[in-house]
């Protein structure tokens, strides 16, 4: 047989040939190299939350190592001097130990701390930016409802590995959230005793809470998350309108090279952020708080930032209680309104919110293309209106240290919330609608009349004008319609708006064929700046 | 006339707290002291040479103590009354404060007032140490009281494991974990323990001032009391922060909120304008 | 646009044949994206090869990863020898943490942005349009599927065989319920057991009154306490001070002569009389809203704060919540002083302890 010459060069070649021979994934590879993603600032806020979960589950990774999730009492004996010989669970001991014995624990510990309020914190700012440009319809409703789980789901996560340390702040949390359980009417008080296996705290609720952290949580996680982009993935992304984008297309680049590129480089920097605030802010230093124990608190007893608007809640909720004389009487304790009701409504609002906006509008199509806020006076409102009641709901959930940093008394905060609760949200409402408008109307000012230029001409009876520059090209009086895109208030936002596809202000049928090859530069150049001929007055 | 209004601008200086003003006014007061001192040496003299004048009810007082109520008469009188028993409505009566009380309070400046509110907040003191010893002095002689031990450092011999453990059962709840402080109701705060000395620590736990409870020496021991001081001097407060640079004023989840969004987020939704920005 | 569906015009009309010889990567590129309905319409190089701008940038991306091996290394350098052992005080152990955050930060920091610009400025910039060919699939392919699964439904004939259906149901819920029985089953714990929701650690032993003892399990005596004093107290039993009495602890306050003239007064009233012994009481440390600690006691308007939701109790109305969310005072501990001249409580609380509940009497 003749011996033929190894050719190292064609190694590749021929073993994806192999492959493809054998998978067939040719066809479903290209597919998958050329899907285009539209490009703007505000689509990258979810993938925030997307890395800081992977920086999660590394970091988490490590940790398990040297956690031990058990309640069973040990006297600490490790180094930090000023708990040693102090009886703790070994929960706590072994957080300790991660904090000062293992070397690179804190760091790892702070980061995976930071990467979970980072989390929490992207998907709302994610799910405020779906919302606010109505990124939510259809046919994306499922992933919405997805979004909005992701963010109880999140919260069980953020919940349960805060208390794992078993510290003194933890604890307390624990405490309020059985006292929460125990307020549920009828079941109050077998689901306590189910979750915590009898009375509180019992001995087992961190190793539960540890399994669930560690393993039933961030499955669900994965799973809702993997659906979430798969969803993204063959629903395509939504786009700004724009020149040449329509309901039926997506512009924008596609996945590779450019846009994976820019993504892995986005991941670096998010794990770089994290890792500089892991090293640089100290978070939860469970040291100075101590073992828990049922009868040590602390002045300013706060849970995580995404559980303080329900702490908020709770601190704004007046005494009523409900009696219901049956029997021996029995009781509805007015922690239960703000701790389960109230979830429970927000929970069903924002899952259905979708489906009553359509219902509302009659809109039963699907939109591929954002509305910008201010197209959508009543949804932009609705929103602000949520985000204020968040808001003061999260801020009375610090009030005592408002109180106490900037010399307010205590009392004061708590009213000034309740009634802040009442008022401000539909303020906001109304501020918001007003302001959509006014900014619309400016809009259309400017496509009807043109930029203002600065420059101001004198006409020949000695009145002064200032010269606009109009939008449209053409004779510089016709009026362009308002379609939703971004309007050029500068002048020099004129041309530099939009990629570069020809014909900014008119929405091309057709992409131009414009002549592609690597390498060379477009033969068109761009259009000349017009020079500034006529301009209009202000009626 | 003249030492009167001596006096008068003395003191005046002193609750304004003038900057620049301590020694000039600490000078005149020092005068006001001698020639009040002076006076009451007459006063003294008087009554001892003019028997049956006044009924000898109480013991003569020690020098100090005299010139503490020298002070007290300029200064305090005027709320908590002559012979420190209260003025309804001003200031309570100090009898049986005991000297561990005004340590307290007039080393952190909290005495004398500048204005009645709802708690007296910490100034710069008005008085030097010797004064205060003085005050301090004749207010035990008034009616006795707790006594702050001698010396600075009163967490010599403290152990900071079984201070923590006193710190968390009996101090955290109000002045929290960090020794920051927190807020009490209607206005009133446990204040920041992080300018308080030694003495003041002691003081405060023996006197109960403000809405503060009283931590008897029967209740906590000088040995604990030692402990805990050793806790927060040792633990809280020269023990760095090993977890960063910025410990986020130790508040908790609030400035950590706070610092997710300022920072954080901030930092990232910049840099995801750049990455999507055009180039 | 939207109206042209399948293959696209191209130049020439005709998908191009991809052996062609003389087309160039970039052209068989081209044409794998038109027939994912993708048009390349732009696509133009930032720099051009060989320019100052493309070395310069090169330069740049260079900077950003050699950035990342130094801060790599000095991660390691630092990990490896810097003194990481806990001393009080502010050492070079204090730094440890913030040197590892900075050195790794700066390290991702520099691959983020070095591959971010190289992404980003060296790659050449472009637009492509992708058709989304969504909407109503065709009506066609929604009338064979569901025909189908009718006709799959129909051959297993469950409508003609009732029976079968309703048998199924009757085997199959319950199996459904096997595996959800284990879980629940396992999980349920009776709350009231022991009567455990209603007695604390002050449940008095075989006719033995429960001491009031310290942190440190010392017996408490009246003189102890100062007046415009409180101290915590736990029940005299064994694990006594520690979690597993979570609902036992008890502030024990000496009152000031008047407010507990006062207290007493207020108590006879709620039926609380004698519960307080001279002028000392007890009441719950545990919040009844929702568990805390309230132990923030203020001395001379005799108020008990709780931290975690600012609920206020008035100590000399009986414990009475006057501001904020409880509803419910806190329950009064009967005590007394014994023979020795310790304190005991006279029995345990005569009402539940902590949070309120759906059954509590």
Excluded at chain 1, 366 to 395: E, K
Excluded at chain 1, 476 to 482: A, F, K, P
Aim: proline share 7%; net charge neutral; hydrophobic share 40%.
């Amino acid at each position: 047989m003749k011996r033929r010459k190894f050719d190292v060069a064609a190694v590749p070649g021929n073993t994806a040939r192999a492959v493809d021979d054998r998978f067939q994934v040719a066809t479903p590879l290209r597919r998958l190299l050329n899907k285009v993603f539209p490009d703007h600032w505000s689509f990258l806020l979810g993938e925030i939350a997307l890395f800081s979960f992977i920086v999660l589950l590394l970091t988490g990774v490590f940790l398990t190592f040297f956690f031990e999730p058990a309640m069973t009492e040990v006297i600490y004996n490790g180094s930090y001097a000023p708990l040693r010989g102090t009886p703790m669970s070994a929960a706590y001991a072994s957080t300790l130990d991660i904090s000062f014995d293992v070397r690179g624990g804190l760091i790892m510990r702070q980061m995976h701390h930071w990467a979970a309020l980072l989390f929490m914190a992207a998907i709302v700012v994610h799910m405020l930016r779906i919302f606010f440009t109505g990124a939510f319809r259809k046919p994306r409703e499922t992933n919405w409802i997805i979004g909005s789980l992701l963010f109880w789901v999140g919260f069980l996560a953020g919940f349960t590995g805060y208390s794992l340390p078993d510290d003194g702040l933890s604890g307390t949390g624990l405490r309020i959230a059985s006292a929460i359980m125990l307020s549920i009417p009828v079941i109050g008080s077998w689901v306590t005793a189910a979750v915590f296996n009898g009375e509180f705290p019992g001995t087992i609720i961190i190793s539960r809470f540890f399994i669930a952290h560690v393993l039933l949580i961030p499955a669900l996680l994965v799973a809702l998350i993997t659906v979430h982009l798969g969803l993204v993935f063959k629903q395509k992304h939504t786009q700004w309108p724009g020149p040449g984008r329509t309901n039926g297309n997506v512009v924008g680049e596609r996945m590779f090279p450019r846009y994976a590129i820019k993504q892995g480089g986005f991941f670096m920097v998010v794990f770089g952020v994290i890792a500089l605030m892991g090293g640089l802010f100290q978070i939860n230093p469970v040291w100075l708080f101590g073992p828990y124990e049922a009868w040590v608190v602390s002045a300013a007893s706060q849970p995580d930032w995404y559980v303080m608007f329900l702490d908020g809640s709770t601190r704004l909720m007046p005494d009523w209680e409900i009696t219901i004389p049956i029997g021996e009487g029995y009781v509805i304790p007015p922690l239960f309104w703000p701790t389960v009701v109230l979830p429970g409504i927000l929970v069903a609002i924002s899952l259905l919110y979708p489906f009553m906006e359509a219902r509302h509008l009659k809109d039963y199509r699907s939109h591929n293309l954002l509305q910008r806020p201010r197209d959508v006076p009543f949804r932009t409102g609705l929103g602000v209106m949520a985000l204020t009641f968040y808001v003061i709901l999260t801020l009375s959930g610090a009030n005592d240290v408002i109180a106490d940093k900037f010399h307010i008394s205590l009392n004061a905060m708590t009213w000034a919330g309740r009634v802040g609760l009442l008022l401000l949200p539909p303020l906001a409402y109304y501020v918001t609608y007003r302001i959509c408008l006014g900014l619309q109307q400016h809009d259309r000012e400017v496509l009807a009349h043109g930029v203002e230029t600065g420059i101001i001409r004198r006409l020949p009876d000695g009145r002064f004008v200032e010269v606009h520059q109009p939008l449209s090209a053409g004779n510089g009086h016709g009026e362009l319609d308002y379609a939703g895109w971004v309007v050029p208030k500068k002048m020099n936002r004129l041309g530099a708006l939009g990629p570069a596809i020809r014909g900014f202000f008119y929405p091309i049928e057709r992409p131009a064929e414009a002549p592609v090859s690597p390498g060379h530069p477009p033969v068109e150049p761009r259009p000349e700046r017009e020079e500034i001929t006529s301009g209009e007055t202000r009626p | 006339m003249t030492s009167d209004n001596d006096r008068r601008r003395g003191l005046l200086a002193r609750l304004r707290g003038r900057p620049g003003a301590p020694s000039r006014g600490r000078r005149r007061l020092g005068a006001a002291v001698r020639l009040v001192a002076a006076l009451m040496l007459a006063g003294g003299a008087y009554t001892v040479l003019a028997p049956g004048a006044a009924a000898q009810e109480n013991p003569p007082l020690s020098t100090a103590a005299a010139d503490g109520k020298a002070l007290f008469d300029v200064s305090c009188v005027t709320c908590h009354g002559r012979n420190a028993q209260g003025v309804e409505g001003r200031g309570p009566s100090l009898i049986g404060v005991g000297a561990a009380s005004v340590e307290f309070q007039v080393s952190t400046g909290r005495m004398p007032m500048a204005r009645q509110e709802a708690q007296a907040a910490r100034k710069p003191e008005v008085f030097t140490r010797d004064e205060i010893d003085q005050l301090a002095a004749y207010i035990q002689e008034l009616g006795g009281g707790p006594v702050v031990p001698a010396g600075d450092n009163l967490h010599a011999d403290g152990n900071v494991a079984i201070g923590g453990e006193l710190y968390r059962i009996n101090c955290s709840q109000c002045h929290a974990f960090s020794g920051g402080g927190g807020a009490l109701s209607s206005g009133k705060y446990a204040p920041s323990l992080a300018p308080a000395t030694d003495r003041q620590i002691y003081a405060a736990m023996l006197s109960g001032p403000q809405n503060m409870p009283v931590f008897g020496d029967n209740q906590i021991t000088p040995e604990q009391k030692a402990d805990i001081i050793a806790y927060i001097q040792q633990t809280l407060k020269d023990d760095g922060d090993p977890g960063g640079f910025f410990n986020l004023g130790r508040y908790g989840p609030s400035t950590e909120g706070v610092a997710i969004f300022l920072v954080g987020i901030v930092a990232l939704v910049f840099a995801s304008l750049w990455i999507a920005g055009k180039s | 646009m939207s109206s042209q569906t399948g293959q696209r015009a191209v130049p020439g009309g005709e998908p191009l044949d991809v052996n062609d010889p003389r087309l160039s990567r970039f052209d068989i590129v081209r044409e794998g994206a038109r027939r994912d309905d993708i048009e390349i319409v732009h696509y133009e190089p930032q720099v051009a090869p060989g320019t100052k701008a493309e070395r310069r940038l090169v330069r740049t991306v260079a900077g950003f990863f050699l950035l990342t091996g130094l801060a790599a290394t000095a991660f390691l350098a630092i990990y490896i020898w810097w003194p990481w052992e806990y001393e009080p005080g502010r050492g070079g152990d204090k730094l440890y943490t913030p040197l590892l955050g900075v050195t790794l930060g700066v390290a991702l920091l520099g691959i983020g942005f070095g591959v971010l610009t190289w992404g980003k400025k060296l790659l050449p910039k472009e637009v492509s349009i992708q058709d989304r060919h969504e909407g109503a699939p065709p009506a066609e392919d929604q009338r064979i599927t569901g025909e189908t699964m009718a006709y799959m439904a129909d051959e297993l004939g469950v409508k003609r065989r009732p029976l079968l259906g309703v048998s199924l149901l009757a085997g199959l819920l319950p199996v459904g319920a096997v595996a959800a029985a284990p879980l629940v089953g396992g999980l349920i714990s009776d709350p009231h057991k022991d009567d455990q929701m209603m007695t604390t650690g002050f449940v008095p032993r075989d006719g033995q009154k429960i001491r009031l003892v310290r942190e440190d399990g010392r017996p408490i005596r009246p003189a102890d306490i100062s007046a415009g004093g409180q101290i915590t107290v736990f029940p005299g039993v064994e694990h006594g001070v520690s979690n597993r009495y979570a609902d036992s602890p008890t502030l024990l306050i000496h009152l000031r002569e008047g407010d507990a003239e006062e207290s007493r007064r207020n108590n006879e009233r709620e039926g609380h009389g004698g519960y307080m012994w001279g002028n000392f009481a007890a009441y719950s440390k545990v919040c009844t809203h929702a568990g805390c600690p309230a132990s923030l006691y203020e001395q001379q308007t005799n108020r008990l704060l709780c931290p975690c939701h600012q609920s206020q109790f008035l100590i000399t109305d009986n414990a009475k919540p006057i501001f904020g969310p409880a509803s419910r005072r806190l329950p009064q501990l009967p005590i007394e002083v014994d023979a020795e001249g310790y304190f005991v409580a006279k029995s345990d609380y005569t009402e539940a302890v902590g949070p309120d509940f759906w059954e509590r009497p």
